[in-house]
């Protein structure tokens, strides 16, 4: 089995499931900033506060937080080992389609782990180290976490240019990583891989699209 997980199918295969882990993160965490759009921030705070208490999300929290640094460790490892192992590009042109997010998942990866390291500053580590002013709802104190959210899409034109271009590079990350990390699990038969290309497509346009609609929203409401 350790042989398994240092073998370069090994580690692909590891890199699979992390990022497919990773995605359905991403579907959380887009349902829950989506409430950013709707009301005074009262759906927002609660939905936040739910889950920073939830027992479960207190488990799921340090496992998301491996699965990110081991899913960045493992694609920069695999990427760098490859060109390692072929230092100089074929000089033979392949007939092989290959897109162009494809051939450039590194170059995307570090593009969305730079946004990550500037979401995390302005929001996670304020929310779990710093002070954070508390709303009374419905009798109960909550951390009044949509004033710091939203306030930094109010107040910044420069964040929000930051926050859609995060998202253009999700785009392009998830177009390749979805259906390439069902392909390293097995799903790899050409029926199959058409249809998981169709769907990787929709999967990138909804998640990217949904993150975009947030700055945006506040880009028209405050700036425009």
């Known amino acids: 089995m350790s042989k398994f997980f240092t073998s370069s199918i090994g580690q692909k295969f590891f890199m699979s499931i ?54 960045i460790i493992y694609a920069a490892y695999i990427t760098l080992k490859n060109r390692m192992a072929r230092p100089q590009a074929y000089k033979v042109v392949s007939k092989t389609k290959v897109s162009w997010a494809s051939k450039n998942m590194f170059i995307l990866g570090g593009l969305v782990l730079v946004f990550l390291v500037i979401h995390l500053a302005n929001f996670f580590w304020k929310i ?72 990787s497509y929709i999967y990138a346009i909804i998640i990217a699209g949904g993150f975009a609609v947030i700055p945006l929203y506040f880009i028209f409401k405050y700036f425009v």
């Not at 992390?18 to 921030?41: A, E």
């Open 18 to 71: 992390t990022g497919l882990f990773l995605m359905m993160f991403l579907c959380v965490h887009l349902i829950i900033n989506s409430l950013l759009l709707f009301g005074d921030g009262e759906l927002f705070n609660e939905a936040a506060n739910f889950m920073s208490s939830n027992p479960l999300m207190k488990v799921i929290e340090p496992i998301l937080a491996l699965g990110f640094i081991m899913h």
């Open 128 to 199: 779990k180290f710093g002070t954070v002013a508390t709303v009374s709802a419905d009798g109960h104190e909550l951390h009044d976490v949509y004033s710091l959210v939203a306030g930094l899409f109010k107040g910044c034109l420069l964040y929000n240019v930051l926050y859609i271009l995060g998202a253009i590079f999700l785009f392009f990350h998830l177009t390749h990583g979805f259906w390439s990390a069902f392909q390293t699990i097995g799903w790899n038969n050409n029926k199959w891989i058409g249809r998981l290309k169709t769907i």
